[in-house]
T-cell receptor, first 116, second 114 residues
Framework: SQQGEEDPQALSIQEGENATMNCSYKTSINNLQWYRQNSGRGLVHLILIRSNEREKHSGRLRVTLDTSKKSSSLLITASRAADTASYFCATGGGTDSGGGADGLTFGKGTHLIIQP | KAGVTQTPRYLIKTRGQQVTLSCSPISGHRSVSWYQQTPGQGLQFLFEYFSETQRNKGNFPGRFSGRQFSNSRSEMNVSTLELGDSALYLC?????????????FGSGTRLTVV
């Protein structure tokens, strides 16, 4: 069963605009991770946010986590053509010391297209 | 620092055959996980190995198996291939078990069963 569900399924914006993707999940988590995938290649780890964190930044990426609503959002600012990809949220990871033995559960992803 | 290396990149097999896929994790990473990605089911967890021990297995039939060697390299094997096994198989490595630090993925092996 899908733990994380991304919304929207697809998003097309102009280069330079901001892109926001949302993720909802069902059970309690240790952390939530966001990944990017280009054209059926491997996934690239973007950000890991722990359950006791509310916001995290990495370059043009900003991730928020609301554990009371079981939701997270990924914001990409000043988008570029190279940001065109599918973005996945994943739950099920453990803590630094272990746990999470069931592997990551991914949503279906948001397909982001940046129009030049 | 070399990334996660998966071989081969592409593979075409016939129904009923078996296949072995290989994954070399990032140096120093002791956890290796495998995922299957299909258009219909998305990304699904197959199994995770840490220090040569399988920690858990996803909801896949016994035809799917794996192992990890003492140098942390991992292989997964699929026996009696079915058309539905056609997928992108992704390997991911992590410093510790269960991805508490996040995973680094390889580029995948695209398996086509005909």
């Amino acid at each position: 069963s899908q733990q994380g569900e991304e919304d929207p399924q697809a998003l097309s914006i102009q280069e330079g605009e901001n892109a926001t993707m949302n993720c909802s999940y069902k059970t309690s988590i240790n952390n939530l991770q966001w990944y990017r995938q280009n054209s059926g290649r491997g996934l690239v780890h973007l950000i890991l946010i722990r359950s006791n964190e509310r916001e995290k930044h990495s370059g043009r990426l900003r991730v928020t986590l609301d554990t009371s609503k079981k939701s997270s959002s990924l914001l990409i600012t000043a988008s570029r053509a190279a940001d065109t990809a599918s973005y996945f949220c994943a739950t099920g990871g453990g803590t630094d010391s272990g746990g999470g033995a069931d592997g990551l559960t991914f949503g279906k992803g948001t397909h982001l297209i940046i129009q030049p | 620092k070399a990334g996660v290396t998966q071989t081969p990149r592409y593979l075409i097999k016939t129904r009923g055959q078996q296949v072995t896929l290989s994954c070399s994790p990032i140096s120093g990473h002791r956890s290796v996980s495998w995922y299957q990605q299909t258009p219909g089911q998305g990304l699904q967890f197959l199994f995770e190995y840490f220090s040569e021990t399988q920690r858990n297995k996803g909801n896949f039939p016994g035809r799917f198996s794996g192992r990890q060697f003492s140098n942390s390299r991992s292989e997964m094997n699929v026996s009696t291939l079915e058309l539905g096994d056609s997928a992108l198989y992704l390997c991911a490595s992590s410093l510790g078990p269960s991805g508490g630090y996040g995973y680094t993925f390889g580029s995948g092996t695209r398996l086509t069963v005909v």
